[in-house]
């Protein structure tokens, strides 16, 4: 199934707000609705592909079949840019500037090489295209304006094996379009799992996780992706780069963790192998009540360093627990709890693992003032853990705007990014006429910091996307000036490109960019995407 | 205190075999004394310097100070090559080929960056130096004929400072000159611990540990040093790079891995921002045996695998457990087991947490076939940890040949990977006509694999080392083979150079060139080191 066009996941599962929520949005943030929702699929004015018929040729050669070189207006619609608030808004209004002039479907790693070099002969640029979920456009190459190379989506939905699994080792071996459900029940097969949960999880794709360095909601327990990746494969335009030998060696620089985050700017990620952990017996989610934010954090910090460490650990401020964001389907349930700070943990594991982490974290959180609040609150957002994309596009169908951004520090430097990031986006956008309602909550921690990640709502404006772009870069400055990093885990692609360059620093991007050089000489990957265009 | 030029460590700690182990020695491998030990000093043939006075000058002028540019015979030889037996039968005999034209001691980043520039603008080439306990060639730079450039050793002793400590966060910046012990003992004045702990750990330094992606014998408690790391400061030719503003990140490629294990050929190491951990108020070692490698080697994976995880877990082979190298101290000693294969189980933390993992890896142990030896063999190993290079010295002394070599594979590949080295070793060196006796363990465990520590022990033949040449290059060839990775913790240097470009693969091989190029045009730094000279 196609995720919806010009919104979130399945069309299905789309509901409205309820007339409770409606009705804050306008008494709080002054939402009104604007009466125009999405223009239609069909009356969309898409312009013709430009694909020359010699390279229309050359890329059939490549994957060897008509059906898999696309170039009607809906195949291209749907692989243009990705799902962040901006993109959802430009599509809605009917903008398909920036449509791939194809979209490809090669199946296998020989056949992504093919393509490749079928672009570099006819002067395309290739995007690749796993689940379409980013929120950073990383799906929307941007050139020079000398550089008329037409794209094309290189979409992986064909790569969706699993290729190898070693019981023994604890590995498997995926290709990069295998969607994470997909990925989940393929191992659970063999009684493992691989534990990654984002958000984007029912759509994202195992490429994608690798590409932007993902990270899930049971982070606590299972890591993000870049630390379950244990080998790669990278098919260049020059050739094909593996990574992988062993699980830790001393041979030189780490070439994993080159690929891994480089979004499509050195390659296209064709087999991905990782750790594999049993399939949890047993899997519980609690609410846990904090006097402040302060408070909570403190309790999360010690959990992470000292443990006994849960499988998902997360923090509302206030604002995010009053509002009851944290739990989408509990907005407007009466008696749900909304004072102070809620957090949410959750164990898995076998039986008497989860009994044993769970009592002893459990004692630490009331050592730190917290309070139990059962598991229903924890059960309530492991239920909707996947459905807050779904809200946006309620949100916008009414006339709000919503939109989220995310970032990381050390421990120390937290409160101060939290206020920084909260106040340059309140501030920005209260200046546009547009007050915004700022939620906060610990997404993922570790040892030695933790993300931050943050929800606003407010009202459209005249020109939403207009009206959003001084706030976010308001709220990149924040994040760079407090010794936050530009992304935690969405990703850099072209919205946080330049930001992202200013974090690596002159040399560091450099440095990448030689890479990219040697490894995509005529810049044809993901142009302008993570590193400058040209 | 300086190491002893010819050999490892303290010159007070050398003693020399017992007689026992002479005779078994000679009764098993034919070792016969050789008559002649290492040269003197003062009699080696030192070349003069051939830093010109122009260099001279400039070099000065970075580090200010006549003290801190070093031209005396002394001072060079100390900084000739590293600490490998080849290495050491080099210059026991005499060789001191490959001195450096001169030591220089720089004192923080800002000189660092002065005598980079001093030796692009004089033609100099630099080797970083830290403990210089490379095994690998690491200090040995290795130019094409035709590059005549003398080249001044780097050495970073005099950074040995801990610049910032965060206990909020439990991180701490320390200069790269620091040597392990003094960086522990700061560390412990604020009641944390890095948990680092090497078999080179008395001397080498956090610098090394960085530049060469160390392990620690305690890495399963602790991790790696790679693990460890959160933040570097690279000063290279063109400029700095600095790392790590959160800990962790989905910006971009992963520079510090980058900077971990580029062995100074891309900048010179000048902070490490590291993790902490709260120092053990408990730790206890203990002993237990197994009925073979491969029932030990199970168990070792069980705990990875599925926990409880100890801080230290080892486990000798047959041969290993025999000849009681586990613990060269008790070499000799009558009653110690030399029967089956012998783990070493270490537990460090709180009293409460020891108590608890203890038990829980016992019961597991026990299910697996262990038998529990009690705590004497744990607490000789780990009183020994550090000896073995003293008894390589005195192995070398009486005529023997002793050396050893490390890989990591996963542990589907680990049977197979273990007998391919040592029968590569035993074939080779049986063929030379000194048959070797060759023992190995499992030094370093991890979910999906593990690392092989073989040691190799033999007479040393008309020519030692034109000996062990082509039987490390047959170990080297098994090791790829097999599946292994070239190094798990010694790294490359020059001597798994050619090893490690065919793992790295041409095109990963290439971006590597690519980013040296980049951060050191002139090609001056380390030449020859981890990628070909030139």
Same mark, same amino acid.
């Given at each position: ?37 999405? #223009? ?5 004015? /898409? ?13 059939? %050669? ?6 898999? #070189?696309?170039? %009607? ?7 243009? *840019? @990705? ?20 979209? #490809? ?6 056949? /992504? ?17 796993? @689940?379409?979920?980013? #929120?950073?456009?990383g ?18 939905? *064909? ?47 195992? @490429?994608?996780?690798?590409a932007a ?41 780490? =070439?994993?963790?080159?690929? =891994?985050g480089s979004e499509g700017a ?5 087999? &991905? ?10 899997? &519980? ?21 000292? $443990? ?15 509002? $009851?964001? !944290? ?10 709890? *909304? ?6 943990? @959750?164990?898995? $594991?076998?039986?008497? %693992? ?29 239920? $909707? ?32 990014? +939290? ?12 200046? !546009? ?8 909550? /610990?997404?993922? /921690? ?6 931050? +990640? ?37 990703g850099v ?6 930001? +992202? ?5 002159? =040399?560091?991007? %450099?440095?990448?960019?030689? &890479? ?10 993901n142009?302008?995407v993570l590193?400058?265009?040209?």
């Open positions: 199934m196609d995720m919806l066009w010009s919104g979130w996941g399945d069309p299905a599962k789309a509901t409205p707000l309820p007339d409770s929520v409606t009705a804050l949005l306008r008494d709080l943030l002054g939402v009104v609705p604007r009466g125009t929702g999405p #223009v239609g699929l069909t009356d969309l004015d /898409v312009p013709e592909s430009p694909l020359t018929a010699a390279a229309h040729r050359a890329l059939l %050669d490549a994957v060897g079949d008509a059906a898999h #070189v696309r170039t %009607d207006a809906e195949s291209r619609v749907r692989h243009t *840019r @990705g799902k962040s608030t901006p993109d959802l808004l430009r599509i809605r209004s009917g903008d398909v500037t920036g449509l791939p002039a194809a979209v #490809v479907l090669p199946d296998g790693h020989d056949e /992504v090489l093919a393509v490749l070099r079928a672009c570099a002969a006819h002067g395309l640029a290739a995007v690749p295209f796993g @689940g379409g979920t980013s #929120v950073v456009g799906l929307a190459p941007e050139r020079p304006a000398s550089d008329r190379r037409p794209f094309v989506a290189l979409d992986l939905r *064909r790569m969706d094996r699993l290729l190898a699994l070693d019981p023994v080792s604890r590995t498997a071996t995926l290709q990069p379009g295998l969607r994470a459900p997909r990925a989940e029940a393929l191992l659970a097969e063999h009684g493992f799992t691989l534990g990654h949960f984002p958000q984007s999880y029912e759509w994202a794709t195992i @490429g994608g996780f690798a360095r993902s990270s899930g909601q049971a982070s606590a327990g299972y890591g993000r992706f870049d630390e379950m990746v244990l080998g790669l494969t990278l098919a260049t335009p020059e050739g094909t780069l593996e990574t992988g030998r062993a699980p830790r060696s001393a041979a030189g620089p780490d =070439l994993r963790q080159l690929v =891994l050195f390659g296209v990620i064709t087999s &991905v192998t990782v750790r594999l952990r049993p399939l949890p017996t047993t899997r &519980v989610h609690e609410g846990w009540r904090f006097a402040s934010f302060e408070e909570g954090a403190a309790a999360l910090r010690r959990l992470a360093q000292d $443990g006994p460490r849960p499988t998902v650990l997360r923090l509302s401020d206030e604002t995010e627990t009053l509002i $009851g964001l !944290a739990q989408p389907d509990a907005i407007g349930v009466p008696g749900a709890s *909304r004072a102070g700070c809620q957090a949410i943990v @959750g164990h898995e $594991g076998t039986a008497e %693992d989860v009994a044993r982490r769970r009592e002893g974290a459990a004692a630490v959180l009331r050592e730190c003032g917290g309070t139990y609040l059962g598991e229903e609150p924890g059960e309530r957002w492991a239920h $909707g853990r996947y459905s807050a994309p779904y809200l946006r596009d309620a949100l916008l169908d009414v006339g709000a705007f919503a939109e989220t951004l995310e970032t990381a520090a050390f421990w120390s430097r937290l409160p101060g990014l +939290y206020a920084a990031v909260r106040d340059a986006l309140t501030a920005a956008l209260t200046e !546009a006429g547009t007050p915004p309602l700022v939620m906060c909550h /610990v997404s993922h /921690v570790y040892e030695n910091g933790a993300s931050l +990640y943050f929800t606003v709502v407010c009202a459209q404006g005249e020109d939403p996307v207009a009206h959003w772009t001084p706030a976010k870069h308001a709220a990149n400055e924040a994040i760079l000036a407090a010794g936050g990093t530009i992304s935690h885990h969405h692609g072209t919205d946080h490109r330049d930001w +992202y360059l200013r974090e690596a620093g002159p =040399l560091g991007a %450099d440095a990448l960019r030689a &890479v990219k050089r040697r490894l995509d000489p005529a810049g044809l990957l142009p302008g590193l400058p265009p040209g």
